[in-house]
């Protein structure tokens, strides 16, 4: 199996981090190396915020976010036109699972959290309604869930005539 292959098969979701920081110049570099994700028309449509003490308690997050290191909200830039709103958050999608395979390639792991469309999250971040906002944990696992088993693709493809 190819490298990368391997980091897309055994990249999971982490629920609980371990109490061992994450170096912030290799958060950033990880992030840069992300952004060289696909995104139409180069708009690269995310923005990220580093969430410090005081808003992480804000945000309220019931598992506070596994008890990750870092929290972290990518933004998904507000569009001008309707269209637009689907294909930055396909980008910053992209952006993010291209982040996540990085940070694991390193032995971090990632916590995509549903909060972000909370009016009270986007008020914490001190951003307007119209951004769409996805909110991660980001640390070295405590521990690596096991695989959750997947629908074999051959029962998703169809080849239409």
Not at 76 to 88: F, G, H, I, V, Y
Not at 98 to 120: D, E, M, P, Q
Request: glycine share 4%.
């Amino acid at each position: 199996m190819a490298e990368i292959e391997q980091l897309v098969v055994e990249r999971r979701h982490i629920k609980q981090f371990a109490d061992r920081p994450v170096d912030e110049s290799e958060l950033l570099c990880w992030l840069d190396a992300a952004a060289h994700a696909p995104n139409h028309r180069m708009t690269q449509p995310w923005e990220v915020i580093f969430v410090g003490p005081e808003t992480r308690a804000r945000l309220n997050h019931p598992a506070n976010f596994g008890e990750a290191p870092v929290v972290m909200a990518v933004l998904s830039k507000a569009p001008e036109l309707a269209m637009e709103r689907d294909e930055n958050l396909i980008a910053t999608a992209c952006f993010i699972q291209n982040f996540s395979l990085i940070a694991w390639s390193h032995g971090v792991g990632v916590r995509w959290t549903s909060i972000g469309w909370k009016a009270s999250v986007h008020e914490a971040l001190g951003v307007s309604d119209d951004w769409d906002v996805i909110v991660l944990g980001v640390g070295y696992p405590a521990e690596v869930p096991a695989p959750k088993p997947r629908t074999p693709m051959a029962e998703k493809v169809r080849t239409l005539p």
